[in-house]
């Protein structure tokens, strides 16, 4: 079973300041899709960015973008200018024919 | 509004007491699933359903029961709840073959 690993429980950055959140994954697949979902303390789950497996291109949403690595089965988060609405549990998830698969989620502070 | 709904938001019950979340979905989604977030374990499928009457179990299926009567509503029942489903809930849905999904908004039961 495809399986998905944020090895950071918690990161914190200063404001204005970038921070790069990581995950990994594992799969035998070669058509799937990455997300990273954002969760404030309203428990809402927020779509930030999400790549196609096949483009080599890294995906970015304004402040947001991935760093995918498809050979290493990495895919990671860098927040550029980190602002406090920023702060929130964020999940890396993997999705492929309906099926998606969660890491344990990195929670991110932001100080002022 | 395409949204996802849930009912109730919060739910505080007794060990053993039926109970019941709804989970509706205007979007003309074929797959609706449930799944269970706890701390340090991300969110895990309970059920999902690919479309009217068929359904099939996820990972942490015990304890818990759905049906798809009909295409926009998919409730988890729970018929004797225990103090290990204790958790946040979240109802999601997609078209079959896509692979962002949408969430509901949670909800967050209480089994005493």
């Known amino acids: 079973a495809q399986t998905v690993t944020q090895s950071q429980p918690e990161m914190s950055v200063q404001e204005a300041e970038t921070v790069t959140l990581s995950c990994t994954y594992d799969?035998?697949?070669?058509?799937?899709?990455l997300f990273w979902y954002k969760q404030p303390p309203s428990r809402q789950m927020i779509l930030v960015i999400r790549?196609?497996?096949?483009?080599?291109q890294n995906a970015t949403e304004n402040r947001f973008s991935v760093n995918f690595q498809k050979a290493a089965k990495s895919f990671s988060l860098k927040i550029s200018d980190s602002q406090l609405g920023d702060a929130a549990m964020y999940f890396c998830?993997?999705?492929?024919?309906?099926?998606?698969?969660f890491g344990a989620g990195t929670r991110l502070t932001v100080k002022p | 509004e395409a949204q996802v709904t849930q009912n109730p938001r919060y739910l505080i019950t007794v060990t053993g007491k039926k109970l019941t979340v709804t989970c509706s979905q205007n979007?003309?989604?074929?797959?609706m699933s449930w799944y269970r977030q706890d701390p340090g374990l991300g969110l895990r499928q309970i059920y999902y359903?690919?479309?009217?009457?068929?359904?099939d179990k996820g990972d942490v299926p015990e304890g818990y029961k759905v049906s798809r009567k009909e295409k926009r509503n998919f409730p988890l029942i729970l018929e004797s709840p225990s103090p290990n489903q204790t958790s946040l809930y979240f109802c999601?849905?997609?078209?079959?073959?896509?692979?962002?999904?949408?969430f509901g908004p949670g909800t967050r039961l209480t089994v005493t």
């Open positions: 999601a849905s997609s078209f079959v073959g896509a692979y962002e999904q949408y």
């Open positions: 799969t035998s697949e070669s058509d799937y899709y």
């Open positions: 790549q196609e497996a096949y483009k080599q």
């Open positions: 998830a993997y999705g492929d024919n309906n099926d998606m698969r």
């Open positions: 979007m003309n989604h074929e797959y």
């Open positions: 359903s690919m479309n009217v009457e068929v359904t």
